[in-house]
């Protein structure tokens, strides 16, 4: 399984655009990149989920570049609410198993107004 | 829609004491389930995952087990509990293979956390 490492912390201001960078130099072929987000007592959530290039949806922006050894989670003007644990994960496509998410320490993202 | 439970939702026990942390999954069928456990500061630990009634994999091996009894219930126990044992613990689903969520024929790498039990062994 490849390993990842991530920040352990990072802080911004509201309104600020943060990009998360997190590396992954075993990624497989087949895997792929998922990134979760968890808040205090609560279980993660997903936010989304990349193979290479980029990927938006309503949430974030997910930019993977060509050797996919490092993708980067972009959030677009933070808010006080996106304080949170950002989980970055590889995970491997077991071609119909189950799909067995490592979650690392990830990186507590704190807002300030 | 889709809904997970867990309960309890806060549990002291004493060291020694049984444990049974019980989950169920609404609005779907054959989901695969896990559980996880997160001690405080940490990141999370997948404990168990379940492919379908009766089928268990254990990904550490300690003094918990878990179970699943029927298609949409996973149950976590412990016969003796340590102080080790402390933690956040979260039960997820996901999709089965080749099976489809909102429409949409995906891979299961995106997992539906419970509300988590917070265990404090005493």
């Known amino acids: 399984l490849a390993k990842t490492t991530q920040p352990i912390s990072m802080d911004s201001y509201e309104g600020q655009e943060v990009n998360i960078t997190c590396s992954h130099n075993?990624?497989?072929?087949?895997?792929?990149i998922t990134w979760y987000q968890q808040f205090p007592s609560q279980g993660p959530r997903f936010i989304i989920q990349?193979?290479?290039t980029k990927v938006t949806n309503e949430v974030a922006s997910l930019f993977i570049p060509a050797d996919r050894k490092s993708s980067t989670l972009s959030l677009p003007r933070v808010s006080l609410s996106d304080t949170a644990v950002y989980y970055c994960?590889?995970?491997?496509?077991?071609?119909?198993?189950?799909?067995?998410?490592?979650f690392g320490t990830g990186t507590l993202l704190a807002v300030q107004p | 829609s889709q809904t997970i439970h867990q309960w309890p939702a806060t549990l002291v026990q004493p060291v020694g004491s049984p444990l049974s942390l019980e989950c169920t999954v609404e609005g779907t069928s054959n989901p695969n389930l896990y559980w996880y456990r997160q001690a405080a500061g940490r990141g999370l630990q997948l404990l168990f995952y379940?492919?379908?009634?009766?089928?268990i994999s254990s990904e550490v091996p300690q003094n918990l087990s878990a179970s699943r009894p029927q298609d949409r219930q996973f149950i976590l126990s412990s016969k003796k509990l340590l102080l080790s044992d402390s933690g956040f613990y979260l039960c997820a689903w996901s999709t089965g293979t080749g099976q489809t969520h909102k429409g949409l024929l995906r891979d299961s790498y995106e997992q539906y956390f419970g509300p988590g039990t917070r265990l404090t062994v005493t």
């Open positions: 075993n990624i497989a072929t087949n895997d792929y």
């Open positions: 990349g193979y290479k």
């Open positions: 379940s492919v379908g009634i009766g089928q």
């Open positions: 994960l590889v995970a491997p496509n077991y071609g119909g198993a189950t799909n067995k998410l490592i």
